[in-house]
């Protein structure tokens, strides 16, 4: 089973800028579309950014034109950059296939935004 092991996350000013990444232990970016998912306290979970095999992209509306989904195929990784941050993305944010499968959770990383 592939494991993904998400970094990056920490505390930043509003309006500043972060780069996730997530690790996949296995090439699995050709074969399956990854996500990026969020969860804030008090909150459900929530996609934030998809990227399919071909490369095409969606994103929450909340996110459109300040977050940026990627991969590299030859380190396994795939990114979120986030621009332009605000104190309402604050939250745990995680990788994933897409649609996720429970098996794949990994341990998240922390995105502080203050205001």
């Known amino acids: 089973q592939v494991q993904l092991v998400e970094s990056g996350g920490g505390l930043v000013q509003a309006g500043g800028s972060l780069r996730l990444s997530c690790a996949a232990s296995g090439s699995i970016f050709s074969i399956s579309a990854m996500g990026w998912f969020r969860q804030a306290p008090g909150k459900q979970r929530e996609v934030v950014a998809v990227?399919?095999?071909?490369?095409?992209?969606n994103y929450a509306d909340s996110v459109k034109g300040r977050f940026t989904i990627s991969t590299d195929n030859a380190k396994n990784t795939v990114y979120l950059q986030m621009n332009s941050l605000k104190p309402e993305d604050t939250a745990v944010y995680y990788c994933?296939?897409?649609?996720?499968?429970?098996?794949?959770w990994g341990q998240g990383t922390q995105v502080t935004v203050s205001s």
């Open positions: 994933n296939l897409a649609p996720f499968l429970d098996d794949y």
């Open positions: 990227i399919t095999p071909g490369g095409s992209t």
